[in-house]
Nanobody, 115 residues
C-alpha cells in the first residue's frame, strides 16, 4: 500500500510564500511522474503542476511563474514552492502520481491565502 503524506500548508498573506512537501512510502517512487493537485471549496480537483521522472515540469497557466515543482527521489519526496500567493490559490493541496490509477489520496494540506 502506497501512503502519501502532504505537509507544509498554512495561513499566509497575499504575496507570501509556502513550500509544500509530499512523501510517498511503499513504492519505487522515482519511476513515476508526479503532480500536485488542489481542490478549492465547491470546485473540482485540478492539476496545478507536474514533474516527470526525468525532471521535466509543466504548470497550469494560473500558477506559471509563481509555483515551482521539484523532487528528491532519494527522499521519495516531491515539493511545491509557491511564491506570490493569491487568495484564489486557497485550497487543499494533494500530490499523486499521474499514471492511472492514482494511488490512494493522502489527507492533503490546507493552504489559505488571506489578509
Amino acid at each position: 500500500q502506497v501512503q502519501l503524506v502532504e505537509s507544509g500548508g498554512g495561513l499566509v498573506q497575499p504575496g507570501g510564500s509556502l513550500t509544500l512537501s509530499c512523501t510517498a512510502s511503499g513504492t519505487i517512487y522515482a519511476i513515476y511522474p508526479m503532480a500536485w493537485y488542489r481542490q478549492a471549496p465547491g470546485k473540482q480537483r485540478e492539476l496545478v503542476a507536474r514533474i516527470t521522472g526525468g525532471y521535466t515540469t509543466n504548470y497550469v497557466d494560473s500558477v506559471k511563474g509563481r509555483f515551482t515543482i521539484s523532487r528528491d527521489n532519494a527522499k521519495n519526496t516531491v515539493y511545491l514552492q509557491m511564491n506570490s500567493l493569491k487568495p484564489e490559490d486557497t485550497a487543499v493541496y494533494y500530490c499523486n502520481r499521474i499514471t492511472l490509477p492514482p494511488w490512494n489520496w493522502g489527507q492533503g494540506t490546507q493552504v489559505t491565502v488571506s489578509s
